[in-house]
């Protein structure tokens, strides 16, 4: 499994940032995919997960502002995380991650996830 994030940038305060994982590779719709971030000194923190049967989860500090969705296409699919009302809280690194797999509990954690981007800049003054 190959994943490549895209989108990345600098946004203001307030604005909006769409960021595109390209999956490609022995995947499936049923994989489990999800967006991590991390800042410098601290550990990756979960953002938002979709699973196979498109069930969403989102930490709460995102909850309304990030929107997660996919596409399925032949032999591939993308990830997406529309990031809207942006703070600079948000800055940091953001990587896309898959699994074939992944319990709705453990969503949001590091641990269950093999396949891994990476990571695009998010930045926001």
């Known amino acids: 499994v190959q994943l490549v994030e895209s989108g990345g940038g600098l946004s203001q305060s307030g604005g909006s940032l769409r960021l595109s994982c390209e999956a490609s590779?022995?995947?499936?719709?049923?994989?489990?995919m999800a967006w991590f971030r991390q800042t410098p000194g601290k550990e990756r923190e979960g953002v938002a997960a979709?699973?196979?049967?498109?069930?969403?989860?989102?930490a709460e500090s995102v909850k309304g502002r990030f929107t997660i969705s996919k596409d399925n296409a032949k032999n591939s699919y993308t990830l997406f995380l529309q990031m809207d009302a942006l703070q600079s809280e948000d800055t940091a690194i953001y990587y896309c991650?898959?699994?074939?797999?992944?319990?709705?509990?453990?969503?949001?954690?590091?641990?269950?996830?093999?396949?891994w981007g990476q990571g695009t800049q998010v930045t926001v003054s």
């Open positions: 991650a898959a699994q074939r797999v992944v319990a709705g509990p453990f969503a949001l954690q590091e641990w269950p996830y093999n396949y």
């Open positions: 979709i699973d196979g049967d498109r069930r969403t989860y989102y």
């Open positions: 590779g022995s995947t499936t719709s049923t994989y489990s």
